[in-house]
């Protein structure tokens, strides 16, 4: 790809055509020229040879379009960016038809636009590598990236859940790799062994396959293929970024999905974790310090140009203190809130158990959040209840006995049998007993069958 790709501009709008050249001439872009539709644009496009082309799609839309297929009539191999302020579905899927690589809605951003001027260019490179055969088949798992500007903010809570939780609503394989070059956690977590770890596979490149991932792998319980952390932190020093791109891959290769729990801090196994990532749950609690080094992290992204669709905002309340600010958080981060995972006590109950919540209280309100996660995640629209769950949720022991030596005491909110009660007597001056002609009372498995 070029380092100042030479671009053409073609809009009817003379200012708007000044304002946009400006944007791409600040944004480092070589601008050949600017043109109206019809044979001035034509001939600006033979002359020029650019490499991309951005235009103007506005009324009157049928010489705006024509001016469009023409363009790529002449320039079959340049892709073709169009902004305008119509947002109408069917205008765009017209557009498209016609030649247009990337549809952008007025008003323009300088960042929006060299992002897309960027991204036509990569589509059109990949395009003709693969006509001559020059692209290898890559992996098709998807690589989701758990990762925060500090530690301590239940990250690894995350990923361990939001692992099972994809096994179990999902179906698909997953894999869970612990890079947390600190204090790796996801083998404590998951009650699991670690006589292997991510350390045996500092190999050279060739040797890193699938036999040789395979077999540092643990399943656990719940599905979920584990590669946890060495024990210790000074083993890590055998392993580079060239390691964890080759692992990443055979597992993505074998695997729908990835996920990589990383470390509250920056090094270089963390870049190439954010580098290879799909989808990157960048992960905070609602306190100040924790948003404020969030601000930090989003800016670091964007120097990189890293990709804004790729980055989910993940909130974890680890508090029963820290209530729901999402409209206050979208404000300080101006990023929208991808997740709010509530506080449940729960959690840290069952982190003794070696199990996550997901699987060991799945009626959690955080392991319901959790699963909607990974509903949202696989692209998966969440299961409506029928009409016997929701009435099962109301009513928690239809279908059973309420009485007799069977009969199920009820859980207290902390998992604990409530003690049991007697009745109190009955006063003479209270209602007198049923009398023998009155029915008797129904169970509610009898009162449903009627």
Known sequence: MARNPKVIIIDQDPSARAETQRMLALSGFAVMGAAGYGMEA??????????????????????????????????PQVPIIAYSSISDPSYIRRAMQVGVKDYLVAPLEEEELGRSINGVLAQEERRQQRLTGEVEAQSCGTVVTIFGAKGGIGKTTIATNLATALVQKTGQSVALVDLDTRFGDVAILMDMPTDRSISDLALPDEEIDRDAVQSCLYTHGTGVAILPAPIRPSEWHSIHPGHIEKVVAVLAATHDYVLLDTPGAFNDIVSRALEMCTILLLTATPDLAALKDTILALEMLRSWSFPSEKVKIVINHTSDAQGDARVDIRRVLGKEVFWSIPYDRSISQVTQLGMPIVAAKPKAKASQSFVEMAYAIGGIRSRPKGMLERLGDHIPLLGRPQGGPEAVPEVAAEGVPEPATEAPA???????????????????????TR
């Open 42 to 75: 034509m001939t600006l496009a033979r002359e020029t040879e650019p490499e991309v082309v951005v235009v103007s799609l506005e009324e009157p839309i049928a010489r705006s379009l024509q001016t469009v297929e023409s363009v790529a009539d002449v320039l």
């Open 426 to 448: 009955r006063s003479a001056t209270e209602a007198p007993a049923r009398s023998a002609t009155e029915a008797p009372a129904r169970s509610a498995t009898e009162e449903w």
